[in-house]
């Protein structure tokens, strides 16, 4: 069954610096891939989506994802990092009748 | 257009209460998807509903917990009995079709006394 992992549960950079958040996905079939973002005490809000239109998604708020097949990653970048980037990020892939299997999330933290 | 309603925002229950939560989907949306967040874990999906049907319920824990999203009015997530390892943040989402973009609530956060 199509899964995702994501590498690291805690991220910290530098105001300023890229943000590069790590997502590995497993499936036999050409997946649909998601990036997340939790604000505190918020929903989800979608960041961008991979439905095999073009490898490289770009996404809202400058985030992009890049869907790698040789690597089984879809690693999700920012070049400059913001103080109101600071959230919670979730990497997820389509599981049967549109179910969305969520890795666990990587928390990242902006430092001024 | 109003996004995706949950209420309560908090629910506090004793152990062996009933807990129902509510969500109401974005106008227009007819497929509702409910999930749990644990401290520590990711988002664990528990059932996928259309209007009066439970298409895939997989997540569901076997007993204690149910679903509904009726004809008319909010999709309702029913525990009985709570337990205190049902404590956690409840999600819900919905979408217009299937394979769409997902809209999701700023959730429920249910604590067990």
């Known amino acids: 069954a199509q899964s995702v992992t994501q590498l690291g549960s805690h991220v910290s950079v530098s105001e300023g610096a890229l943000v590069l958040l790590r997502c590995n996905y497993s499936?036999?079939?050409?997946?649909?891939l998601f990036w997340y973002v939790q604000y505190p005490n918020q929903g989800l809000q979608l960041l961008l989506k991979y439905t095999s239109a073009a490898t490289l998604v770009k996404g809202i708020n400058g985030f992009e994802a890049e869907f790698k097949k040789s690597e089984t990653s879809f690693h999700l970048t920012k070049p400059s990092a913001h103080m109101s980037d600071a959230a919670e990020y979730f990497c997820?892939?389509?599981?049967?009748?549109?179910?969305?299997?969520f890795g666990t999330g990587t928390r990242l933290t902006v430092i001024p | 257009n109003a996004g995706v309603m949950q209420n309560p925002r908090h629910l506090v229950r004793r152990r062996g209460q009933e807990a129902r939560l509510r969500c109401s989907p974005m106008k227009g949306h007819s497929h509702v998807y409910w999930y749990r967040q644990l401290p520590e874990e990711g988002l664990k999906f528990m059932v996928y509903?259309?209007?009066?049907?439970?298409?895939?319920e997989s997540g569901m824990p076997k007993e204690r917990f149910s679903a509904e999203f009726p004809k008319e009015g909010p999709s309702i997530l029913r525990i009985q009995q709570v337990v205190r390892g049902d404590s956690a943040a409840y999600f819900c989402?919905?979408?217009?079709?299937?394979?769409?973009?997902?809209?999701f609530g700023s959730g429920t956060q249910l604590s067990v006394l």
């Open positions: 499936s036999s079939v050409p997946p649909y």
């Open positions: 989402a919905s979408s217009p079709f299937t394979n769409e973009k997902l809209f």
């Open positions: 997820a892939v389509i599981r049967g009748a549109n179910n969305l299997f």
């Open positions: 509903l259309q209007k009066e049907n439970i298409i895939d």
